[in-house]
C-alpha cells in the first residue's frame, strides 16, 4: 500500500492550508483513514481520522480542521482554518488497511507568528 500525500507548505498564523490523501497498491479493505503530527522529540498525535464507526478529532484542532475521508476511495483531505504555530509538525497520511496500518512519509506544516 502506497500513500500520496500533499498540500504541506510555511503560511501565516490564522490561515489556512488542505492536505490530501490517497491511497493505492495492494488494497484489501480500508477501514480508518485519516492524519496524525508529529513533533520532534513527541509521539505521534492523532489530528483527525474518518473510520466505519465515526469521525475523530483532536480537541486541539475541533472547530479549525475538517476532514473528508472516503474509505471507498481512499483518499483524505484535511481542511485547516484559523492556522496557530503550535500547529507547526510534519503531518501524516494513514490508513488501515485490514489489520495493518500504513503511514505515509509525512508533509511539514509550519505556521509562523
Known amino acids: 500500500v502506497q500513500l500520496q500525500a500533499s498540500g504541506g507548505g510555511l503560511v501565516q498564523a490564522g490561515g489556512s492550508l488542505r492536505l490530501s490523501c490517497a491511497a493505492s497498491?495492494?488494497?484489501?479493505?480500508?477501514?480508518?483513514i485519516g492524519w496524525y503530527r508529529q513533533v520532534p522529540g513527541k509521539q505521534r498525535d492523532l489530528v483527525a481520522v474518518?473510520?466505519?464507526?465515526?469521525?475523530d478529532y483532536a480537541d486541539s484542532v475541533k472547530g479549525r480542521f475538517t476532514i473528508s475521508g472516503d474509505l471507498a476511495k481512499k483518499t483524505a483531505d484535511l481542511q485547516m482554518n484559523n492556522l496557530k504555530p503550535e500547529d507547526t509538525a510534519v503531518y501524516y497520511c494513514?490508513?488501515?488497511?485490514?489489520?495493518?496500518?500504513?503511514w505515509g512519509q509525512g508533509t511539514l506544516v509550519t505556521v509562523s507568528s
Open positions: 494513514t490508513v488501515r488497511n485490514g489489520w495493518r496500518d500504513y
Open positions: 474518518v473510520s466505519n464507526a465515526a469521525t
Open positions: 497498491g495492494k488494497i484489501i479493505s480500508i477501514n480508518r
